[in-house]
């Protein structure tokens, strides 16, 4: 039986990274979970009190303004570590 060759080369090993671990900013996580909570707060303050002043002027538009707070919330989530 024919003997198998033996490798002249070491099996490749990537090269050490430094573990630094990202650390999120401690303003991120309150600033994420406030922009939820104001958008379904206004979302819902539309559909309960329509006719509170500020809200009254914009109509549906108050949709939008609900739903930028909360995908402004969701794309903090994205940074969050």
Known sequence: MPKSKVRKKA??????????????????APTMVAAWIIGILWIATYYVAPNVPGISSLGNWNLAVGFAFII??????????
């Not at 099996?11 to 991120?28: A, G, M």
């Open 72 to 81: 402004f919330g969701v794309v903090l989530s994205t940074r969050w570590r």
């Open 11 to 28: 099996v490749y090993t990537p090269p050490q990274k430094s573990q630094q671990v990202k650390v999120s900013p401690r303003w991120l």
